[in-house]
T-cell receptor
Framework: DTEVTQTPKHLVMGMTNKKSLKCEQH?????MYWYKQKAKKPPELMFV???????INESVPSRFSPECPNSSLLNLHLHALQPEDSALYLC???????????????FGPGTRLTVL | SQQGEEDPQALSIQEGENATMNCSYK?????LQWYRQNSGRGLVHLIL?????REKHSGRLRVTLDTSKKSSSLLITASRAADTASYFC???????????FGTGTRLTIIP
């Protein structure tokens, strides 16, 4: 199984809502990532989990809260978002989380988030 | 930041022609990767070239790397309509797990 799955595919939420994005992989990868991508722009890294511990937070606002319940699952909890947070949110995983070992990343299809 | 700059930003060619896109980066790398993204979807890894390699092939893809010029190119030969997508180069930062993506090239293949 070389697939990263993400749910939901689409999400519309108001600025006062609380919602969660989910990501799952069963490749035994030990690093998982959240990216945000605006239209016609490259993905921007938000968070990295390595061996289930948060290793990188790219100064993301606290209204985004990541969680890694186990090595296969990654969540992104959303609360009090702003319209400018509307974007495609991508999850990815890689073997070891050590890019010096020339890991490649496997991406999920993304969640299209719209904040009203 | 090692973010790559890619050119052209957009490229339209006829089906069957070759497509070349370029990536320049700022600091030393130990590998450079190319990814494809179909509209509104996730990225798919295409090919990885190590810093000690100059050229690599995978099917219709040919990647070159010139570390002295800090540049890489991706050539897609005999293009097909299904190659229509955005293509990103990406390189890891030394010392951590961060993969930084270039600005991307939007490729359109005209049937």
């Amino acid at each position: 199984d070389t697939e990263v799955t993400q749910t939901p595919k689409h999400l519309v939420m108001g600025m006062t809502n609380k919602k969660s994005l989910k990501c799952e992989q069963h490749m035994g990868h030990r690093a998982m990532y959240w990216y945000k991508q605006k239209a016609k722009k490259p993905p921007e890294l938000m968070f990295v989990y390595s061996y289930e511990k948060l290793s990188i937070n790219e100064s993301v606002p606290s209204r985004f809260s990541p969680e890694c319940p186990n090595s296969s699952l990654l969540n992104l909890h959303l609360h009090a978002l702003q319209p400018e947070d509307s974007a495609l949110y991508l999850c990815a995983s890689s073997t070891s989380g050590t890019l010096l070992r020339t890991d490649t990343q496997y991406f999920g299809p993304g969640t299209r988030l719209t904040v009203l | 930041s090692q973010q790559g700059e890619e050119d052209p930003q957009a490229l339209s060619i006829q089906e069957g022609e070759n497509a070349t896109m370029n990536c320049s980066y700022k600091t030393s790398i130990n590998n450079l990767q190319w990814y494809r993204q179909n509209s509104g979807r996730g990225l798919v890894h295409l090919i990885l070239i190590r810093s000690n390699e100059r050229e690599k092939h995978s099917g219709r893809l040919r990647v070159t790397l010139d570390t002295s010029k800090k540049s890489s190119s991706l050539l897609i030969t005999a293009s097909r309509a299904a190659d229509t997508a955005s293509y990103f180069c990406a390189a890891p930062n030394f010392g951590n797990e961060k993969l930084t993506f270039g600005t991307g090239t939007r490729l359109t293949i005209i049937p």
